[in-house]
């Protein structure tokens, strides 16, 4: 009877340390999925933290190269326009040419045809006679 009572205490205790294992690791489960939890939450944080931080940075790229793309189109403006101001002044300068030309080559032709007719006529009698005059001693 020694032994049986020996071996159902022996029972009890280790029957009561496998219900404190049991316990135990139920207690560690529960705090290992606590943490799986915690370190998946500070996961998406840090995540989401990064995707603001990346679109913050992509928006100050997209200003970066507007402003960068607005200054080379006002300077290919401003060449294209000093060209063009460029070619208005040659333009206007050969048309003042062409006009000085144009000018000298009718007053060139009027001083030929006033030779030929013996001069520009005027309407007064006296006048007339006298060039004709000049014209017969000629």
Not at 93 to 105: D, I, M, T
């Given at each position: 009877?020694?032994?049986?009572?020996?071996?159902?205490?022996?029972?009890?205790n280790l029957k009561k340390q496998v219900r404190l294992l049991e316990r135990k690791a139920e207690k560690s489960r529960h705090q290992l999925r606590t943490a799986l939890k915690?370190?998946?939450k500070l996961?998406?944080?840090?995540?989401?933290?990064?995707?603001s931080k990346m679109r913050s940075m992509q928006a100050k790229l997209a200003d970066a190269q507007a402003a960068g793309y607005a200054?080379?189109?006002?300077?290919?403006?401003?060449?294209?326009?000093?060209?063009?101001e460029k070619k208005a002044k040659a333009l206007a300068?050969?048309?003042?040419?062409?006009?000085?030309?144009?000018?000298?080559?009718l007053n060139k032709n009027l001083s030929k045809k006033t030779k030929k007719t013996g001069g520009i006529k005027k309407t007064s009698k006296r006048v007339s006679k006298r060039s004709r005059k000049t014209r017969a001693r000629r």
């Open positions: 009877m020694a032994v049986k009572k020996n071996h159902t205490k022996v029972l009890k915690k370190i998946n996961g998406r944080t840090y995540k989401t933290k990064l995707a200054k080379v189109a006002a300077d290919v403006e401003r060449h294209l326009l000093k060209g063009a300068a050969v048309a003042v040419k062409l006009e000085k030309r144009y000018v000298a080559k």
